[in-house]
């Protein structure tokens, strides 16, 4: 039995990670925030930039000063428009382009092996179930694969599969309330923009922007954070 393919997502760190120099001296809390914000940036596609309302909604200021100070002409973060930057994010983990680029290079190699064999590519690479599909599972087989891939189907249904990995990626977004507006959003794309070969991937980026605009409503509508004071009780005097 072939295993199932993993397509969660993942950050990379060398396994001396925390031994680095700059690494090794920081707190346990700047330490953390480092690796969530790391993720963060991956997980949203973002490419190591940090949105400043979300820093400051998630994260401990002190921990983020310290990774701003962290090295005198490196720090692992920096100040930049809208929030912060992690220093060499595109030299450890995968970038929007990045996937972008292997994503179309295996669409090509796909749509080559299918020409060489004189016969039609094969369905989409999608887990995406639709009603008919459901209902009529011989008749599923029966048809012919699409050419170039397919517009979105009317009667997507959520699997467990994908409950699963947005309970772990996107856990703001309501994916049954998400659905119809996926489904007639890329109805409504005219053309050959609104074809596509992967529609699970396609819906999974649709959900991960969903997830970006509800983390920025949160930052948006958290109070103030109240700048830190260092408190005394006297003994120091």
């Not at 994010?89 to 749509?111: L, P, S």
């Amino acid at each position: 039995m072939t295993a199932k393919k993993d397509r969660r997502l993942y950050g990379r760190f060398t396994i001396d990670f925390a031994d680095s120099p700059k690494i090794a001296p920081l707190s346990d809390a700047a330490f953390r925030t480092l690796v969530e914000m790391t993720l963060h940036s991956r997980r949203m596609l973002d490419d190591g930039f940090v949105d400043g309302r979300i820093a400051s909604r998630k994260w401990r200021r002190r921990a983020i000063d310290e990774l701003l100070a962290n090295d005198v002409t490196n720090p692992s973060l920096s100040i930049v428009d809208r929030g912060y930057m992690i220093h060499d994010f595109a030299e450890h983990q995968q970038t929007r382009a990045d996937i972008d680029a292997k994503r179309e290079a295996g669409a090509a190699g796909g749509r080559a092996s299918a020409e060489a064999r004189g016969a039609a590519p094969a369905e989409p690479n999608s887990k995406l179930i639709t009603e008919s599909e459901t209902k009529t599972s011989s008749s599923t087989k029966k048809r012919a694969a699409p050419e170039r891939g397919t517009r979105v189907p009317e009667g997507l249904l959520i699997t467990k599969e994908m409950r699963e990995w947005a309970a772990s990626e996107v856990p703001l977004v309501d994916l049954d309330k998400k659905l119809p507006e996926f489904i007639d959003y890329w109805k409504s794309v005219p053309g050959t923009r609104g074809v596509k070969l992967d529609w699970l991937a396609t819906w999974k980026n649709g959900m991960r922007k969903q997830q970006e605009f509800a983390e920025r409503d949160v930052a948006r509508n958290a109070p103030p954070a109240q700048p830190y004071r260092w408190q005394f009780d006297g003994s120091d005097e």
